[in-house]
């Protein structure tokens, strides 16, 4: 694919994203998170092959930052959905 055909792709992704998350409503926003988490394990994925498949060493390079940032934002995500899903626990009284 051709530069134009892929930024097209990201800004439309990107608008499509935008609309979703915030048209939620907020009860909804720790199980959209927990599943947005799980699907961006298939970022990595991506990158991974994008990584292998890259011909210079700079693709290569994009392709681990790739890899690490996604990393980044799993764990982060599944961190912040832990700590929302903990605010629903009934404290316990002494």
């Known amino acids: 694919m ?5 930024l097209s792709i990201f800004v439309l992704a990107c608008f ?6 915030w048209s ?3 009860a909804l926003h720790t199980p959209l998170m927990a599943v947005t ?3 961006s394990s298939v970022i990595i994925v ?3 092959i994008a990584a292998a498949e890259a011909e210079s ?9 790739g890899v ?9 995500g599944f961190a ?4 929302m899903l903990a605010m629903y626990k009934k404290k316990e009284r002494k």
Not at 16 to 21: A, E, K, L, M, Q
Not at 68 to 76: D, E, M, R, T
């Open 2 to 6: 051709d530069f134009i055909a892929i």
């Open 16 to 21: 499509v994203g935008y609309y979703v998350v």
């Open 24 to 26: 939620v409503t907020p």
């Open 37 to 39: 988490n799980a699907i």
């Open 46 to 48: 991506g990158a991974l």
């Open 57 to 65: 060493p700079v693709g290569q390079w994009l392709g681990f930052v």
């Open 68 to 76: 690490v940032l996604a990393s980044i934002n799993i764990f982060g």
């Open 80 to 83: 912040v959905t832990g700590r």
